[in-house]
């Protein structure tokens, strides 16, 4: 019996003696899921769970000064990475998020939403910078049982990208799997209603959790600021998903979602009332084993600065400029300086870990 309690002191010490910290809105004091935390080379160090939680345990041996926070949904935070180890909670400043919108209309008589935004897209490949590639795109999302497929117009764009790593990379995994810059597709639904479709939604106090095969795989909650926060993570936490395709074998550890809606219906989101989505994946590739798996990450940003509704009669006219794939060609296509209008919409900047790789690993092509 006593051998018995002796373990039990043990196990809840050891429990209690983990290092955690807590990211949470500054205003409501919300756990925040999904913010992403960087070292000063830009590596992903880690993400914070369902319940605003960071381990940091797994973060003592990364070579890092400073630290910074980043979330879709909230402004930006530097610290140094003694103070981050330290911290017991951190709290994040919600964004304001200035959209530009046509007045009030009859949505019933429309067959489209335009989302017009501001896109960032960054790649690693065996932890070094790949590509960086941002712009300005409009999503032409049908609405009102409109039959057909989201579409594109990819209005402007530069890229930076890193020759080395892709050399390195065509190398390892051949020319089939090299994958060019792409835009991160866009869906006619929003993940609450996909998930309905599949799995649960439960009601847990103020937050309506995602339940998919048996297991809560993320949550939509109100934020401070009266907008919609989904979560929903593709992989359990702690656990790997292996993908085979022909002969390139993947082993997928986080596939994270996050979105920002108007609105309070936590339950049916309108995609056409989408403030911002981010897409992260952190995954490794091997084809040849000889190199076994090599990591490759990625970090898709979607920002809207202009929401507005056309009949299908104007998107019909507008169908031959729209884009007839979302593959980019690398080399930069702008006539203006877009990147300086972000402050207006309230936009988080580039960390500075990956913009001072800009002009260095990063060449402007």
């Known amino acids: ?73 909230y402004k930006n935070i530097e610290l140094s990475f003694a103070d981050f180890k330290k911290a017991k909670v951190i709290l994040l400043a919600p964004r304001q998020i200035p959209i530009e919108e046509i007045g009030i209309v009859d949505r019933s008589k429309f067959d489209y939403v335009v989302l017009k935004g501001y896109f960032r897209n960054y790649e690693t490949y065996n932890n070094r910078s790949r ?80 339940e998919r095969e048996g297991r809560q795989a993320g949550y939509a909650q109100l934020g401070s600021d009266g907008n919609m926060q989904v979560f929903y993570n593709l992989v359990s936490p702690g656990t790997v998903r292996s993908i085979s395709f022909f002969r390139l074998k993947a082993e997928l550890y986080k596939s994270i979602i996050l979105h920002t809606y108007r609105g309070k219906n936590l339950s049916d989101p309108d995609i056409a009332d989408l403030n911002s989505a981010v897409v992260t994946v ?30 299908n009669e104007e998107f019909k006219a507008l169908k031959p400029e729209l884009n007839r794939s979302s593959f980019l060609e690398e080399k930069s296509d702008y006539n203006t300086p877009f990147w300086e209008d972000l402050d207006r919409f309230d936009i988080p900047s580039l960390i500075r870990s990956i913009s001072s790789k800009i002009g260095q690993e990063l060449k402007l092509k």
């Open 1 to 73: 019996m006593r051998r018995i309690f002796l373990l039990f002191l043990a196990v809840s010490w050891s429990l209690h003696s983990i290092a955690q910290l807590k990211i949470q809105d500054s205003i409501s004091l919300a756990p925040i899921a999904g913010a992403n935390v960087y070292s000063d080379s830009g590596t992903l160090l880690g993400m914070s769970d369902m319940e605003g939680i960071i381990q940091l345990d797994s973060l003592k041996a990364i070579p890092s000064k400073d630290v910074l926070i980043n979330h879709i949904a």
């Open 131 to 210: 590509y960086l590639y941002d712009g300005i795109v409009s999503h032409y999302i049908p609405i009102n049982k409109t039959k057909g497929k989201p579409r594109t117009q990819i209005h402007q764009y530069r890229i930076y990208a890193n020759d080395v790593a892709n050399e390195e990379l065509r190398d390892t995994q051949g020319e089939l799997f090299y994958f060019k810059p792409m835009l991160s597709p866009m869906q006619k639904k929003s993940i609450v209603a996909r998930v309905a479709e599949e799995g649960k939604l439960i009601k847990s106090g103020d937050r309506l959790i995602l």
């Open 282 to 311: 952190s995954a490794a590739f091997k084809r040849q084993k000889k190199y076994g798996l090599v990591p490759r990450d990625y970090s898709h940003e979607f920002y809207v600065m202009e929401r507005s509704f056309i009949t």
